[in-house]
Each structure stands twice: as structure tokens, then as C-alpha cells.
């Protein structure tokens, strides 16, 4: 099955530095490869994905890079602002018609320093 | 987008009882549903996966009969803590993934169960 690694799993940057978190993944067959930032006391929430069909995608501050033959993916963070601070966890999955599950990396504590 | 309803957000309950935790997809249909458990400080674990009108697929380690999972409709999945022990609790999450798959996974706000 998919094994994803996650690191650092902890990251402290200042206000308004960049930050980056890298996953790498076991099965060639993945084709999706989200983000999710997690609360304290919260569920995971979606900051951005990206599909096996492209190799870069940005939204505003976030971007994400996919790596296909190397099967590593990362997520950067420009401009960081304290209310990014949260863990984030990257995620693989193999997308067709069923119901493939997520597979986690272990997670990233984001502690950004005002 | 898609939106995912958890409830309730933080139940206590006595050893020995049973606590029922539901999931629903709001504005999508979803075929298949999963369930997390996540203890502190570390990465979701499946527990189990949801499909509708049909037995949930339990990870290796979990007790399909002390965690019932029954997804009766294409918006609506429960998962059943039976006969709860203080070592359950933990943080549930469910995650729904809507039929097309265009929207990818979406995951509900999470349940604190404490068992006391």
C-alpha cells in the first residue's frame, strides 16, 4: 500500500518568512495529493491539491509541487502570517470511480513567530 | 464546495454505554465515507471505510464490532462506539468523498469523545 513520509514535523518561522514542507510517496499509481491545515480541536481543512496531470499549482500565499518521478510532493508558504500556524498534513490517494482512501503523511506543527 | 456536518462535536459518556457519532454530506452525494481516529499530537489513522448500502471495510486492528459503521443513505454515515472504554477516547473524524470525485476528500469538524 501507500506509505507517505512528512517532514519537518515541526517548523518555527518568523512573521512574513517563507515555509516549506515536504512529503514523498511510495506507489507511483497516486494521482492526488492534497493539503489539509488542522485546528487545534478541529477537522482538517483543505488549503489546496494537486493532480498528477501538473507539476506546479498557486493560490494566492500557498503553492504546491509535484515531483512525479522522484514521487515527491511539497507545499510552500509565502509571506507567513501567525494565523498560519496550525499542523498540516499531506496526503496521497490513487482518484478513479471508487472509493480509494487518503493516505497521511505524520503532519507538520507551524508555529509562525509574530 | 462541499460541506461536511459531524455531530456532536464533544460527547462524555460512561464506560460501559454506547455513543452514536454522525456524518453528513450537505450538498453532495457521497458514495463512500471514512472514519479517522486521531489521538494527540499525532497524523489521522483510518479506521474504516463507508460505502453506501453495503458492510464498511475495516482497517487491520480495528473491532468492526465495537465500532459499528452503518452508511444507510448517500448523505449519511454513523459510527457506533459500543460498549465504550476510557482507551476510546479519542478525537473521530469522518471524511466524505463526493461521487464524482471532483471535489476530492472533505473532512467533518470532529468529535471529542472522552469516556469516563
Known amino acids: 500500500g501507500e506509505n507517505v513520509e512528512q517532514h519537518p514535523s515541526t517548523l518555527s518561522v518568523q512573521e512574513g518568512d517563507s515555509a516549506v514542507i515536504k512529503c514523498t510517496y511510495s506507489d507511483s499509481a497516486s494521482n492526488y495529493f492534497p493539503w489539509y491545515k488542522q485546528e487545534l480541536g478541529k477537522g482538517p481543512q483543505l488549503i489546496i491539491d494537486?493532480?498528477?496531470?501538473?507539476g506546479e499549482k498557486k493560490d494566492q500565499r500557498i503553492a504546491v509541487t509535484l515531483n512525479k518521478t522522484a514521487k515527491h510532493f511539497s507545499l510552500h508558504i509565502t509571506e507567513t502570517q501567525p494565523e498560519d500556524s496550525a499542523v498540516y498534513f499531506c496526503a496521497a490517494s490513487f482518484i478513479n470511480n471508487a472509493g480509494n482512501m487518503l493516505t497521511f503523511g505524520g503532519g507538520t506543527r507551524l508555529m509562525v513567530k509574530p | 464546495g462541499a460541506v461536511v456536518s459531524q455531530h456532536p462535536s464533544r460527547v462524555i459518556c460512561k464506560s460501559g454505554t454506547s455513543v452514536k457519532i454522525e456524518c453528513r454530506s450537505l450538498?453532495?452525494?457521497?458514495?463512500?465515507m471514512f472514519w479517522y481516529r486521531q489521538f494527540p499530537k499525532q497524523s489521522l489513522m483510518l479506521m474504516a471505510t463507508?460505502?453506501?448500502?453495503?458492510?464498511?471495510?475495516?482497517e487491520q486492528g480495528v473491532e468492526k464490532d465495537k465500532f459499528l459503521i452503518n452508511h444507510a443513505s448517500l448523505t449519511l454515515s454513523t459510527l457506533t462506539v459500543t460498549s465504550a472504554h476510557p482507551e476510546d477516547s479519542s478525537f473521530y473524524i469522518c471524511?466524505?468523498?463526493?461521487?464524482?470525485?471532483?471535489?476530492?476528500?472533505?473532512f467533518g469538524s470532529g468529535t471529542r469523545l472522552t469516556v469516563v
Open positions: 494537486i493532480r498528477s496531470n501538473v
Open positions: 463507508s460505502n453506501e448500502g453495503s458492510k464498511a471495510t475495516y
Open positions: 450538498d453532495f452525494q457521497a458514495t463512500t
Open positions: 471524511s466524505a468523498r463526493e461521487t464524482t470525485g471532483v471535489y476530492g476528500y472533505t
